[in-house]
């Protein structure tokens, strides 16, 4: 069973749009939301992640949305470049056995 | 070295065979962890370890074995390989428990 839902499997975008991919999760005992970007061939890596008692994070062109009652968030890419094609996967963790749980991966295609 | 590594890069293996993959961090984080990556699957987490001495099950530890003699190293033993561990296979550590740094990856392939 998957912790955290994930879509869209793919999205496609034009230089200078907006990229949006959701998450969704049942365990409350989930404490932190990070999401990772992943180039072909490597290791996924931390973009920007989020705890639960606040409602949104801004870093860059990069936004997490967290509706905690709705148990959903989700990453906003705003002005989206070519170098911004990647997989995303959105996370949780649950504390206790600081285990973390992924969602299914975003292929984002950004064209110019 | 600076980050995680992780031997080998790739490896043909045939099935029953024992493999271990080898992940070496230099950052001196606490926890450290093994997912694999499956196409439509996502991560999923296999094992981990909150510190030195103490490993725990993930999502899909079946016919995965861990160890944690050390802080730096953390190997993942297939004790008998079958063709679905066909995968990507991803070795992340934590300083705090929250953020993970990922290492290159070793792609298996299970014959």
């Known amino acids: 069973q998957q912790q955290v839902k994930q879509s869209p499997q793919s999205l496609i975008v034009q230089k200078g749009g907006i990229s949006i991919i959701n998450c969704a999760y049942e365990n409350t005992a989930f404490d932190y939301f990070p999401w990772y970007q992943q180039f072909p061939g490597k290791g996924p890596a931390l973009l920007i992640a989020?705890?639960?008692?606040?409602s949104e994070k801004k870093e860059g062109r990069f936004t997490i949305s967290f509706n905690k009652s709705a148990k959903q968030f989700s990453l906003h890419i705003m002005d989206s470049q070519p170098g911004d094609s990647a997989t995303y996967f959105c996370?949780?963790?649950?504390?206790?056995?600081?285990?973390?749980?992924f969602g299914t991966g975003t292929s984002l295609t950004v064209i110019p | 070295i600076a980050g995680i590594t992780q031997a080998p890069t790739s490896q043909i293996l045939a099935a029953g065979r024992r493999m271990t993959l080898r992940c070496t961090q230099d950052?001196?984080?606490?926890?450290m962890y093994w997912y694999r990556q499956d196409l439509g699957l996502g991560l999923r987490l296999i094992h981990y370890?909150?510190?030195?001495?103490?490993?725990g099950k993930g999502e899909v530890p079946d016919g995965y074995s861990v160890s944690r003699a050390n802080t730096d190293d953390f190997p993942l033993t297939l004790a008998s390989a079958v063709p679905s561990q066909t995968s990507v296979y991803f070795c992340?550590?934590?300083?705090?428990?929250?953020?993970?740094?990922f290492g290159p990856g070793t792609r298996l392939t299970v014959l």
């Open positions: 950052m001196r984080h606490n926890a």
């Open positions: 996370a949780a963790r649950r504390r206790r056995g600081n285990q973390f749980y």
């Open positions: 370890s909150n510190t030195a001495g103490t490993t």
């Open positions: 992340a550590s934590s300083d705090s428990g929250v953020k993970q740094f």
């Open positions: 989020i705890r639960p008692d606040v």
